[in-house]
């Protein structure tokens, strides 16, 4: 299998992302330790696409407040839809980006970066260029729990489980339990 | 919108290979060679693409300056093309193959005839107008070997992709589940892990 094989084969890895992002919402309301202390708060909000993971064709998609919340995003993964775009809001301390990430494609549009920290800033170029990449690393750095976890054993035991009976309708697994699955491989409780 | 300013819609590319010991030295040169050269009606070329000014399709004096800028190379990337409605281009041919056969006995033209009074067909209409430019910023992290380009055309893609290879004898990996997967969590164990992934089924027991 050449690289292209393999890139259109994994697509679904980012739809499968962007489902682990809402779940974390529901159990963590969207809080993410990234590294030791930078806290990072995803929502998601007002654009919703959904495909059938066996035919992209089918698909549909919702924009307004909450389409999250709504019975028909409720129906469509009960029905085996998983998302393929969102609209994200990520804040860090006093830092708020908006985008529109495409999960298979990994593609970001309409990227709204943070108020410029130096707007009279002769090169405000560089300033933006470092938030995007800001930005980028926090994506990459969820993308990386995500798959860590995906990888492992506690993907099938634990987690898969516990999204199946959040599609279905209740949460089983909470913040302690989110933390125990996704903590950094060698990273330990000190213990008492 | 662009780097310089406005919302942000960007491709994220992977650089691979090395670089030489100097790239603001050795990229300049080859930036200047693929410099975009504007189209002209008379050439027998339909597009033609290269690098330009940052955000400036029409700045094409790229200086040291420009395109250096702290641990950056700024570019941008500009695709031009002639390229007519079909439409136009059938209905003047049409013309012109009706005028053709009123000259002959024969009823049809060959191959060859049709082929060349299209060309004839092109040629007017590139003198009548302009080509279609189309451009985006294109943004390389030297440290962080990432690029960034501020499109998600395909076909501006793939362009982009021909010309940074030609320019810095580089490949760029477009980014994906799969290749910052591999950035991210190196090695060939995760390679062969991912590959044998099958995605999962979450529908709800009800």
């Known amino acids: ?192 | 919108m662009g780097a310089a300013s406005g919302s942000m819609s960007v491709s994220k590319f992977w650089v691979e290979g090395e670089l030489p010991k100097d790239p603001r030295r050795t990229f300049m040169s080859r930036v200047s060679l693929r410099r975009f050269q504007p189209l002209t009606p008379n050439e027998d070329v339909e597009e033609r693409y290269g690098w330009c000014a940052l955000g400036e399709p029409g700045d094409l004096d790229l200086t040291t300056g420009k395109v250096f800028q702290n641990e950056y190379l700024t570019l941008g990337f500009r695709w031009d093309r002639f390229k007519f409605p079909a439409a136009l281009v059938n209905g003047q041919l049409a013309e012109l193959m009706q005028r053709a056969l009123a000259r002959t006995d024969k009823e049809t033209l060959s191959r060859n005839q049709k082929a060349e009074l299209k060309q004839q067909v092109l040629a007017k209409l590139k003198q009548k107008y302009l080509p279609s430019m189309r451009m985006a910023d294109m943004v390389w992290n030297f440290d962080r070997r990432e690029v960034f380009f501020w499109s998600h055309s395909s076909a501006l893609r793939e362009r982009l992709l021909a010309c940074f290879e030609l320019t810095f004898g580089l490949e760029l990996v477009l980014n994906s589940p799969y290749s910052a997967g591999l950035k991210l969590l190196p090695g060939k164990q995760t390679q062969q892990a991912l590959q044998q992934l099958e995605p999962e089924v979450f529908r709800g027991s009800r």
């Open chain 1, 1 to 192: 299998m050449d690289l292209v094989d393999r890139i259109e084969t994994t697509r679904f890895l980012g739809s499968e992302f962007l489902l682990w992002l809402w779940f974390a919402g529901d159990v963590t309301g969207g809080k993410h330790e990234l590294g030791d202390r930078d806290v990072v708060e995803v929502s998601l909000e007002s654009q919703l696409k959904l495909i059938d993971p066996l035919s992209a064709r089918e698909s549909i998609s919702m924009r307004g407040e909450d389409p999250f919340g709504s019975p028909e995003a409720d129906q469509a993964l009960k029905n085996g839809k998983l998302p393929a775009k969102v609209f994200l809001r990520v804040k860090q301390g006093e830092n708020e980006w908006l985008a529109s990430l495409s999960g298979p494609q990994f593609a970001l549009s309409g990227i709204k970066l943070p108020a410029l920290l130096n707007e009279a800033a002769d090169e405000p170029l560089f300033e933006r260029l470092r938030l995007l990449e800001q930005f980028d690393d926090m994506l990459h750095e969820l993308y990386r729990q995500f798959l860590t976890v995906r990888l492992s054993p506690s993907w099938s035991s634990e987690l898969v489980p516990a999204m199946k009976n959040w599609v279905a309708g209740s949460v089983t697994l909470d913040p302690a339990g989110w933390t125990r699955l996704h903590r950094r491989p060698g990273k330990r409780t000190a213990r008492r």
